[in-house]
Nanobody
Framework: QVQFVESGGGLVQPGGSLRLSCAASRSMFSIHIVAWYRQAPGKQRELVASITTDYSTNYADSVKGRFTISRDNAKKTVYLQMNSLKPDDTAVYYC????????WGQGTQVTVSE
């Protein structure tokens, strides 16, 4: 069964950028949709962005125009480019496959603060 490992988080100032990576343990060609989620302290986990095998994308309203999801099947990796970061983007970010959820990984912490 495929596993995902998230990385790339960190501390960044408001207005800054980060690129998150979601590395799969095996080929992603058969994984129709891969998505990024996030969970802020005291809040429910929410969908941030998703991408299909034909590169169709979908974004939460709160990140449209600022975040870009992409996938590189050859590298077995899905990326989340995050620009114009805001303090409200502070959360642990996870990736998963929405059509057949896997156990959640460790995620990667993103903190947006002065």
């Amino acid at each position: 069964q495929v596993q995902f490992v998230e990385s790339g988080g960190g501390l960044v100032q408001p207005g800054g950028s980060l690129r998150l990576s979601c590395a799969a343990s095996r080929s992603m060609f058969s994984i129709h949709i891969v998505a990024w989620y996030r969970q802020a302290p005291g809040k429910q986990r929410e969908l941030v962005a998703s991408i299909t095998t034909d590169y169709s994308t979908n974004y939460a309203d709160s990140v449209k125009g600022r975040f870009t999801i992409s996938r590189d099947n050859a590298k077995k990796t899905v990326y989340l480019q995050m620009n114009s970061l805001k303090p409200d983007d502070t959360a642990v970010y996870y990736c998963n496959r929405p059509l057949a959820f896997l156990s959640w990984g460790q995620g990667t912490q993103v903190t947006v603060s002065e």
